[in-house]
């Protein structure tokens, strides 16, 4: 969808919403909601007093004394108290099993320092005896006083002779202590993989940091998760992402068997969220040969593939066209053939399935817009059609901005990465190439569709804070400079529709979800603060009081 189809959506949204049938208001509904500011992401109509839900979808939307008609014996009204109701936000980019398992292992996030992890790391320990490995995630070296990565000298001092491997945030690095490396038969002269690096101190002596395909060099020591290990974490996942208010998750990099679990768990009603599955590239024969799927009712909706083209900004193993500027020997990484990538996108769009690139730096951009391009010359109907998606798309050049737009490529972005990323990337970047980097506004301005994600676990994962990110373009403390570009940021309303209306067109779904429009699917998400008022420091502040999926509350504040 470019910015000249939102006219005749908003249109379109604000002909079903007026559509009610004959005798339709005389019906009780299932759930009335009311008692604070609605938000309906419909142009037409952008505010509403009361919304009502039945049989899962919305069956009113419009002012109290009308939604009165609606509550019969059976009814259940939720008074808001002030606080404000939108279309249920989808995180549009997270690992969903990754958020489980966060929730269940070792969680470095947050440290202040490696010394603070380290400390995480002795505690977890003490409660864990043995010999078996430990793995944890979430340290990222920014603002520590080390100055450095984690190495294995620190994992050393805590857990000289137990395996440890310790993930960074961005899932793009990791620091493995002497037991694991010996274990993985990792030494000084083991080559890095294509695609990967070894990264080694001044003395020529391995750090433990393992970038990109160099991590699999230690993924034979983690034991494969059982099927009740994955359900564990799945469920784990949708407790904590429905109590941040999220109704959706496009969970990325899915593994294929995930797919047939996920589809069991909703039938044995245990997935409150609806799941856009995009499946790993390497896994995806079996969706190439049978085409997109559902379960009944859609709740779980399995249509795209993962790849990668390059690494992570921060472990400088996104690929530039020009090296670093606080490491001039490194310019990044291709962690995928080109080659290899051509044979996914030719199949992929064949067969129907929608393909989503991870690519961070600008060289790495380029090389997937090239790639897209290519791809569409062999069926250009097919990809206009296709809604092929970028992840991440964080630096760019600003002469590859408008080929979004003219090549229909969605921009699929995560706000929290550029408030996450303020304090290290202009050392990586160079004031430059910061003129493309999270360029948010850029892109709409250019007829782009931008949808906005989190990137779970790399980031906490909460709504708030990405809408934030995208209105303030600073960090949580309220820093910013103009080197940051706060001609960037969004405006209240245009931030809401990355995170409903666009996740909604970028899963194929815009007419069933994304705004609160009768006849849509009764996806709502509740927040004690209101997003398009309040002062900007207040929204990371605020919380979710009420998650709705389908007319059904999975979520409300205690």
């Known amino acids: 969808m470019r910015r000249t189809d939102l006219p005749a959506f908003a249109a379109f949204l604000a002909a079903i919403a007026l559509a009610i049938p004959a005798g339709a208001l005389a019906a009780p509904a299932d759930l009335v909601i009311w008692g604070g500011p609605i938000y309906t992401a419909v142009d037409a109509y952008p505010t509403a007093q009361a919304v009502a839900v039945r049989h899962g979808r919305i069956a009113f939307v419009g002012a109290r004394a009308d939604a009165k008609a609606l509550v019969g014996p059976k009814t259940r009204v939720i008074d808001l108290g002030g606080a404000a109701l939108f279309p249920g936000f989808t995180d549009a980019h997270a690992h969903l099993r990754g958020i489980g398992e966060r929730e269940l292992t070792l969680n470095l996030e947050g440290s202040t320092s490696a010394a603070d992890a380290m400390g995480r790391l002795k505690a977890y320990l003490a409660g864990r005896p043995g010999k078996s490995l430990v793995y944890g995630r979430g340290w990222i070296e ?6 450095r990565f984690l190495e294995r000298r620190d994992i050393d001092a805590v857990a000289p002779d137990r395996p440890v491997i310790l993930q960074r945030a961005d899932g793009h690095a990791m620091t493995a202590n002497s037991a694991a490396l010996s274990a993985a038969h990792i030494g000084e002269t ?41 359900r564990a974490a799945f469920k784990a996942a949708f407790r904590v992402e429905a109590a941040y208010g999220w109704t959706g998750v496009h969970s990325m990099s899915v593994d294929w068997a995930d797919v047939a679990l996920l589809e069991a768990m909703d039938k044995a009603g245990e997935a409150s969220l609806r799941v856009y599955n995009l499946v790993e590239g390497a896994q995806a024969g079996p969706l190439f040969a049978s085409g997109p799927r559902a379960t009944p009712g859609g709740r779980i909706t399995t249509r795209g593939i993962k790849l990668y083209m390059d690494g992570a900004l921060g472990s400088r193993g996104a690929a530039l066209f020009a090296p670093y500027s606080d490491a001039p020997t490194i310019s990044g990484t291709f962690i995928t053939d080109p080659a290899v990538m051509r044979q996914s996108m030719a199949k992929a769009l064949k067969s129907g399935i929608q393909v989503a690139t991870h690519a961070i730096g600008d060289k790495g951009n380029a090389t997937v817009l090239d790639l897209y391009e290519e791809a569409f010359k062999a069926d250009p109907a097919a990809g206009k059609a296709a809604r092929w998606r970028i992840e991440h798309a964080q630096i760019l050049r600003p002469a590859d901005i408008p080929r979004f737009a003219a090549d229909s490529v969605i921009a699929s972005m995560q706000p929290s990465h550029a408030i996450g990323d303020f304090h290290f990337a202009p050392a990586r970047l160079g004031q430059d190439r910061l003129k493309g980097a999270y360029a948010w506004k850029s892109l709409l301005d250019s007829g782009a569709v931008v949808v906005g994600g989190s990137d779970a676990p790399v980031e906490r994962g909460a709504p708030l804070i990405e809408f934030y990110a995208a209105v303030a373009r600073k960090d949580l403390g309220g820093v910013s400079d103009a080197d940051w570009h706060p001609e960037e940021r969004l405006s209240r309303a ?16 815009e007419k069933d979800l994304g705004a609160i429009a009768v006849g849509q699917r009764a996806d709502l998400s509740g927040f004690s603060v209101d997003l398009m008022t309040a002062p900007e420091a207040a929204i990371p502040k605020g919380h979710a009081v009420l998650t709705v999926v389908d007319g059904a509350v999975v979520y409300r504040a205690p």
């Open 142 to 147: 920014t603002g520590w006083p080390e100055g």
């Open 190 to 230: 083991t080559p890095a993989p294509a695609g990967g690096q070894i990264l080694k101190g001044a003395d020529g002596k391995l750090t433990g940091v393992l970038v990109d395909n160099a991590m699999n060099l230690v993924a034979p020591l983690r034991h494969a998760p059982s099927r009740d290990e994955k």
């Open 494 to 509: 245009r931030a809401l529709k990355l995170f409903t209306t666009a996740a909604a067109y970028a899963r194929f779904a």
